[in-house]
């Protein structure tokens, strides 16, 4: 069965600071892969998508993931983390031919000061 | 585009009333979506609406929850009777496309359900 891991449950990274969040997933052929980002009291927003091509995708606020086939994973990176980044990120998988999206259980990013 | 557009925003009821949650889906998605979303149990799929119909309504907890499309730009989810275990944020979701994972969910801002 497809799964989607986030070993994360919180993160927590220093205003300026570089960031990774990680996100494995399981599924037997190539999926489509998501990044979510969900603040305080609202709705999930997509930050990027892969689908195919270029393993490095760039998305929304600076970030970027990349899909690293060789460890079913689909890290989303940002080089410099500001206060307004503190979220909780969702990883989430599609399934080819398959209306369900897979999702990740969240990475809460908290950002010191 | 307004995008997905819910309400109410937060509902407070006590136990035993009904509850009706509105969604708007952006104007030519086809498909629609309603999630429940718990510190315990995370982001779960309650149903499925393709082109209004029903495709998949297994995530449904009980017969005391229905949700209804009557046409493309309307839904809802209704919860009778409301119990406190119901209490959550209810999430909307549209998107274009039918059976893809490739197309792009939109959220809603959500609906926060607490039952007293």
């Known amino acids: 069965a497809q799964s989607v891991t986030q070993p994360d449950i919180h993160i927590t990274v220093s205003e300026g600071a570089s960031l990774e969040l990680r996100c494995n997933y399981s599924?037997?052929?190539?999926?489509?892969l998501f990044w979510y980002v969900q603040s305080p009291g609202q709705g999930l927003q997509l930050l990027l998508k892969?689908?195919?091509?270029d393993t490095l995708v760039q998305g929304i606020k600076g970030f970027e993931a990349e899909f690293k086939r060789s460890q079913s994973s689909f890290n989303l990176r940002k080089p410099s983390v500001h206060w307004s980044d503190a979220a909780e990120y969702f990883c989430?998988?599609?399934?080819?031919?398959?209306?369900?999206?897979?999702w990740g259980a969240g990475t809460k990013l908290i950002i010191k000061p | 585009d307004a995008g997905v557009i819910q309400s109410p925003r937060h509902e407070v009821t006590e136990m035993g009333q009904e509850v009706t949650l509105r969604c708007k889906p952006i104007?030519?998605?086809?498909?629609l979506f309603w999630y429940r979303q718990t510190m315990m149990r995370g982001l779960e799929l309650l149903i499925y609406?393709?082109?209004?119909?029903?495709?998949?309504d297994s995530g449904m907890p009980e017969d005391r929850f229905s949700a209804k499309m009557p046409n493309a730009s309307f839904s809802t989810l209704k919860i009778q009777p409301s119990e406190p275990r119901d209490s959550a944020v209810y999430f909307c979701?549209?998107?274009?496309?039918?059976?893809?994972?490739?197309?792009?969910?939109?959220f809603g801002a959500g609906s926060r359900l607490t039952v007293l």
């Open positions: 979701a549209s998107k274009q496309g039918v059976g893809s994972g490739a197309n792009v969910l939109t």
């Open positions: 104007s030519g998605h086809n498909s």
């Open positions: 609406f393709n082109n209004n119909v029903p495709i998949d």
């Open positions: 599924y037997g052929a190539t999926p489509y």
């Open positions: 892969y689908f195919s091509g």
């Open positions: 989430a998988v599609g399934v080819r031919s398959n209306y369900q999206l897979i």
